[in-house]
């Protein structure tokens, strides 16, 4: 499709196991973006991929949480170790630059 | 991280009215300007841009005033379906991300 796709798009996990969420972007868009959305809260910023520059991971809330985007495509959210205050829909989102921005359908995250 | 302040609601509008969310942002040098619409548990999609001059998109309307730094969208003839959350969304400048609003709920009432 030519849309941003997520997967999976919902995962249960064990409260301190490793997860890692993915997301293909639109081709050709440079930018990528995660949020995360707790239930009825708003989106929290967690990374920005543009181009070939350095990530920006300013949002990332702790150092259990990580991403890479290989090849300029494809983008990995790794969360280590997972408390349930990690539980959340988290929701990528690639743009054309400096263009709006297009949302996958997000990946719910449910720590127990 | 700069701020993206809008009133959460919620609106409650009977069908037909006219509703207006008002939306401020904290860095005088943002750039690029949007308002989102998020149905409930799913993801935001764009409603529309909104551009210096201002513009119009059918029944909504957006306004940009940079010396205020604010931003308005304005719904008219409001229907049933227009009820969701909007997000007001402000990129500084530069190669930075989308800062999101918390955005402001809406409900059209029958």
């Known amino acids: 499709g030519a849309g941003v796709s997520q997967s999976p798009s919902n995962k249960v996990t064990e409260k301190g196991k490793d997860v890692e969420l993915r997301c293909d972007p639109i081709s050709g868009h440079t930018a990528l973006y995660w949020y995360r959305q707790s239930l009825g809260q708003g989106l929290e910023f967690l990374i920005y991929f543009q181009g070939n520059s350095a990530p920006d991971k300013s949002g990332l809330p702790s150092d259990r949480f990580s991403a890479e985007r290989t090849g300029g495509s494809v983008s990995t959210l790794t969360i280590q170790r997972t408390q349930q205050e990690d539980s959340a829909v988290y929701l990528c989102a690639s743009s054309l630059g400096r263009d709006r921005a297009f949302f996958g359908q997000g990946t719910r995250l449910t720590v127990v | 991280r700069k701020e993206v302040e809008q009133d959460p609601g919620p609106f409650n509008v009977p069908e037909g009215a006219t509703v207006a969310f008002n939306c401020t942002y904290s860095?005088?040098?943002?750039?690029?300007f949007f308002w989102y619409r998020q149905d409930c548990r799913k993801e935001p999609k764009l409603l529309m841009s909104v551009y210096s001059s201002g513009n119009e998109d059918g029944r909504f309307t957006a306004q940009l005033n940079r010396a205020s730094q604010y931003i308005s969208l304005l719904i008219r003839d409001s229907k049933l379906s227009d009820s969701a959350t909007y997000l007001c969304v402000v990129r500084d400048s530069g190669n930075t991300p989308l800062v999101f609003g918390k955005g402001t709920r809406l409900s059209v009432i029958a």
């Open positions: 860095n005088s040098a943002s750039q690029s």
